[in-house]
């Protein structure tokens, strides 16, 4: 894929009905997967930790066996909660949010970062997004959920780093995956020019 280089690659999968390949079976790309993502400033694409106010955007990098479909997406953007890898939901307001279709394997959603009175004192901002090919997705931010006109929504979640928390220079990505009440975690720290990223990607 001509852009992968520009993302951590992360495995994630959509919802499946059985429970028994999709963690062994996590580099396959065998149906549509969000493979990794970053974050920006328009102002500064080489810069990842984003000022109050300013205009950024989250790239999500999607693919899938024949190629990725057309998919509707729609976003939230809250103050992330606190804790060491806490589950990805927003346990505050709404802050930003949006919503729109994409075809090729990047997506991009602009994100307007919230003014300094609104943030208060938070170092991150969790970004919770869905996509559907069928319909436009409804997504819960507090449930961290989503519907589809008809299937499966793919689900992922992304951590941005505010300019607050001190400049990002490296890319870090935290892999989250939530199959039939199994959960785990993992961390991988990677050296690179590019933006920074910290990201969650969660299976539903």
Do not use: Y
């Not at 955007?57 to 024949?66: G, Q």
């Not at 003014?115 to 961290?144: H, I, K, Q, S, W």
């Amino acid at each position: 894929m001509k852009a992968t280089s520009l993302f951590a690659i992360a495995a994630a999968t959509t919802a499946l009905a059985a429970c028994d390949d999709s963690i062994h079976r996590g580099w396959l790309v065998d149906r549509t997967r969000v493979l990794g993502a970053r974050t920006f400033a328009v102002a500064d694409p080489d810069r990842a930790s984003l000022d109050p106010g300013e205009a950024g955007r989250v790239e999500w990098l999607v693919a899938a066996p024949e190629g990725t479909p057309a998919l509707a997406w729609s976003f939230v953007a809250c103050v992330a909660p606190e804790g060491n890898f806490p589950e990805p939901k927003c346990e505050t307001a709404v802050l930003a949010s949006g919503s729109g279709a994409a075809t090729g394997e990047i997506i991009a959603m602009d994100l307007d970062v919230p003014p300094a009175a609104a943030l208060g004192n938070a170092t991150e901002l969790l970004v919770l997004a869905a996509f559907c090919a069928a319909g436009a997705p409804a997504l819960d931010a507090r449930a961290f959920a989503a519907t589809c006109a008809s299937g499966e929504p793919l689900l992922a979640s992304m951590i941005v780093r505010l300019a607050s928390a001190g400049p990002n220079a490296s890319i870090s990505a935290a892999v989250r995956l939530k199959r039939c009440g199994w959960k785990a975690t993992t961390r991988r720290r990677f050296i690179a020019p590019a933006a920074a990223i910290t990201a969650a990607i969660s299976v539903g």
